[in-house]
């Protein structure tokens, strides 16, 4: 499957960057120093403060089914009022959401406006991030844009996850919300240097959902409910984690390890995927991903976390990149709006399917076994990947 290559490094780079995708990259990256130092340990933060595994996914089921009702409104903003204008737009909601986490072992009702803040700050992110990539990336070196973009994402989860354990070690979680607060507010700059060219379009609410519905689309929901398994990423596998190591610090420097080992293997990635080898590498990381989630129960140590998770990350990458290619070409040789919304509404399906039975078997069956199946289900959704034509 891989031939033979060019293994001179700069081929491994994108060189096609147009000013707005170079924008986007700096943007994107300050914006996910700011993500990756605190996004492990949001549901651990919650898990602190006396919530309960099943009280937490409540809290993200309730925040994804919002999303989901609300998301067709981002993408009509965004078409009217400018891609980029759309991102500024949910860097203020983000920083309503992270303050709400600030506040919130004083004031505890905040629990119920926190989800619905994240929903909005979704609502107007993605479908302006996926739609701005989409329409300015080279569609000739569009996966290594992308792996690039992974890389650059790597990159932080290299430095964000340690900085956030050492912040929350040597201060707390409130003083790590003020700094992410900080970067979120600085992210918006780069998008700010040159001024979007905006034509207003016209986005129909109902059409997004419609199109979710139809028959021939069927083979392309499926793949994309496979990112279901995300929340289980997300949420379960953070929690789980905490109840192995135990400590902040550990774990930032365990993620930021894993994160290290994957960002040369996306390069190549990326650089296949242009050669047009983009299924088999989609299908030999969905083995390889389905693998590592079913490994997941059996780990008790540091060093099995560490493995499993660069593991995890590296086949993923093999997935991603790839499948994010295909998805952003289609989007431009049909409708991009339409076509990205559908991608991020496809998921949001799998997230809220995978949520709904992780809350019913741990109500049912507890903690213990709800954790087992989580991993086993987000096993089987990862080969979901497999269904994208």
């Not at 964000?160 to 992210?187: C, M, W, Y």
Request: glycine residues 6%; charged residues 15%; proline residues 4%.
């Amino acid at each position: 499957m891989f031939d033979q290559h060019n293994y001179n490094l700069p081929h491994y780079f994108a060189r096609r960057l147009t000013r707005p995708v170079k924008e986007l990259y700096l943007s994107v990256a300050i914006m996910d120093l700011a993500t990756a130092s605190v996004l492990i340990f949001e549901p651990i933060y919650l898990y602190t403060l006396g919530y309960s595994v099943k009280q937490i996914v409540l809290f993200f089921l309730g925040l994804y089914g919002i999303y989901f009702i609300i998301m067709p409104l981002g993408a009509k903003y965004a078409n009217s009022r400018g891609y980029e204008k759309s991102i500024i737009v949910s860097t203020i909601f983000l920083i309503l959401y992270y303050l709400s986490l600030f506040a919130l072992p004083w004031f505890h009702w905040l629990i119920f406006v926190a989800p619905i803040i994240c929903a909005w700050q979704k609502t107007f992110y993605w479908p302006g991030y996926h739609a701005d990539f989409a329409s300015f990336s080279d569609e000739r070196e569009q996966s290594r844009q992308i792996g690039n973009l992974r890389v650059i994402n790597n990159i932080v989860y290299v430095l964000g996850p340690l900085a956030g354990g050492l912040i929350i070690t040597l201060a707390s979680f409130e003083i790590l919300f003020v700094v992410v607060i900080l970067l979120i507010v600085i992210s918006n700059f780069p998008l700010l240097i040159t001024k979007e060219k905006v034509t207003p379009r016209s986005f129909s609410y109902k059409g997004a959902y419609k199109r979710l519905a139809k028959k021939h689309h069927r083979r392309k929901l499926l793949a994309y409910i496979g990112f279901g398994e995300e929340l289980v990423v997300m949420i379960i596998w953070p929690i789980f984690i905490y109840l192995i190591v135990d400590s902040f610090f550990t774990i930032g420097a365990i993620i930021a390890l894993a994160t290290l080992v994957t960002t040369f293997v996306t390069l190549y990635v990326g650089r296949v995927c242009d050669k047009k080898h983009k299924h088999p590498v989609i299908k030999l990381g969905t083995v390889l991903y389905s693998l590592t989630w079913w490994l997941r129960p059996f780990a008790g140590t540091i060093s099995h976390v560490f493995l499993i998770d660069t593991l995890s990350r590296i086949s993923k990458n093999m997935i991603y990149v790839p499948l994010t290619a295909i998805t952003y070409f289609r989007a431009r040789r049909y409708n991009i709006m339409s076509g990205v919304l559908f991608f991020e509404m496809a998921l949001v399906v799998g997230k809220l399917l995978t949520l709904v039975s992780v809350f019913i078997v741990i109500s049912y069956f507890g903690v213990s076994v709800g954790f087992v199946f989580a991993f086993v289900l987000a096993g089987f959704l990862s080969l979901l990947y497999n269904f994208l034509e």
